[in-house]
């Protein structure tokens, strides 16, 4: 089984460091899951915004891959994302969804949630390969 194979369904190995976890990924949507621990607090003790960034994209990718029976086509090209609140603690939701998906490229909505309450959104274009 080649890497590209063992890697359709999984996180990335940045993913697997900052300890994400898809929760699904199908139909051009995807759910992905971060548990906050100390390895991911900024200066302050909150979640570090490079963190949360790194949710947003990985189930933003996780949500284009699925239009492709999870196989990797695809690449930000930008992203624009809402800080809304800051985590101190608990685990965040991050749902995106593929809004349009063209010949070169896709339009990927996402939402951060923790607790029922908005933490982050973001808009993105991903480029397909």
Not at 44 to 50: A, V
Not at 52 to 75: E, R
């Amino acid at each position: 089984m080649s890497m590209q194979e063992e890697e359709v369904g999984r996180s990335s190995a940045f993913g697997r460091l900052l300890g994400l976890e898809i929760l699904s990924a199908g139909g051009g949507e995807a759910t992905v899951r971060l548990a906050m621990h100390d390895g991911l607090r900024n200066l302050h003790g909150k979640l570090h915004g490079g963190a949360l960034f790194s949710l947003i994209d990985s189930a933003m990718g996780q949500a284009s891959h699925s239009l492709n029976d999870g196989t990797p086509d695809s690449v930000t090209l930008e992203c624009k994302v809402n800080y809304i609140r800051p985590v101190s603690e608990g685990e965040l939701t991050c749902r995106a969804w593929v809004e349009h998906s063209g010949k070169r490229t896709q339009v990927i909505e996402a939402e951060v949630h923790q607790a029922g309450k908005l933490v982050a959104k973001a808009l993105a274009t991903f480029a397909r390969l």
